[in-house]
C-alpha cells in the first residue's frame, strides 16, 4: 500500500478561487481525518469521518470550508471562495478505529497557497 | 477541555546532550497519549504511544497523570534526531481522532 494518498501536493491559487483538496485513504480503514498546519497554530483537526459518515466539523473555520466523503476510498477538502488566510498544509489521515491505541497515518500534505 | 500543551517551540541542544520534549495535558478522562515525529520533507508518522511503554530511536515518554504530563525523553541526542515533534491526546470513544499540540522543533547539533 502506498499510504494516505493526498493531490495535488502544492496548490497556488488567487483569492477569491475555489480549491479542493483530494485524499485516498489507506485500503480497510475506516476512519478518516483532515488537519490543517500552521506556524501559529500548530496542527488543527478540522473534520474526520468514520465509515464515510461526518462525526465531527466543529474544527472547520468557516462556511467557506466543506468536506465530503462519497465512498470508502475518497474525500474532498473544499474551499470556496478562497483567501490568503487559507494558505497552509493541510494534511489527511487515516485509521483503523476499531480498536484503542490504533495509529493514524498521514499523507504527505498540501501546500496550499493563496495570493 | 482537551488540550495538549506544547511550551517550547524550539529546543536547541549539542550532539550527545539529553533531550526533554515537554507535553501537558487537559483531559478529563482516561488519555490515550502518542508522540508524532515529522522529519525534514517527509509525512508525520508515530513515534511511541504511551500504553505500549516502549523506546523508540532510544527515545521514552512517561504518563504521569498526577502532573497530567507526558515528557518525551532521550539520554544522548543525536543529529538525526532533528525534527519537529507532536505531542497528541486521543479522546475516549474518538474514533481515534488526534487532538495535538503545537510542535517543538528539536534542533541537535554536531
Known amino acids: 500500500d502506498a499510504g494516505v494518498i493526498q493531490s495535488p501536493r502544492h496548490e497556488v491559487t488567487e483569492m477569491g478561487q475555489e480549491v479542493t483538496l483530494r485524499c485516498k485513504p489507506i485500503s480497510g480503514h475506516n476512519s478518516l481525518f483532515w488537519y490543517r498546519q500552521t506556524m501559529m497554530r500548530g496542527l488543527e483537526l478540522l473534520i474526520y469521518f468514520n465509515n464515510n459518515v461526518p462525526i465531527d466539523d466543529s474544527g472547520m473555520p468557516e462556511d467557506r470550508f466543506s468536506a465530503k466523503m462519497p465512498n470508502a476510498s475518497f474525500s474532498t477538502l473544499k474551499i470556496q471562495p478562497s483567501e490568503p488566510r487559507d494558505s497552509a498544509v493541510y494534511f489527511c489521515?487515516?485509521?483503523?478505529?476499531?480498536?484503542?491505541?490504533?495509529?493514524?497515518?498521514f499523507g504527505q500534505g498540501t501546500r496550499l497557497t493563496v495570493v | 477541555a482537551q488540550r495538549v500543551t506544547q511550551p517550547e517551540k524550539l529546543l536547541s541542544v549539542f550532539k550527545g546532550a539529553p533531550v526533554e520534549l515537554k507535553c501537558n495535558y487537559s483531559y478529563s478522562g482516561s488519555p490515550e497519549l502518542f508522540w508524532y515525529v515529522q522529519y525534514s520533507r517527509q509525512r508525520l508518522q508515530l513515534l511511541l504511544r504511551h500504553i505500549s511503554r516502549e523506546s523508540i530511536k532510544g527515545f521514552t515518554a512517561d504518563l504521569n497523570k498526577g502532573e497530567t504530563s507526558f515528557h518525551l525523553k532521550k539520554p544522548f541526542a543525536q543529529e538525526e534526531d532533528s525534527a519537529m515533534y507532536y505531542c497528541a491526546l486521543s479522546p475516549y470513544g474518538g474514533y481515534n481522532k488526534l487532538i495535538f499540540g503545537a510542535g517543538t522543533r528539536l534542533a541537535v547539533h554536531p
Open positions: 489521515a487515516s485509521s483503523l478505529a476499531r480498536s484503542l491505541n490504533t495509529e493514524a497515518f
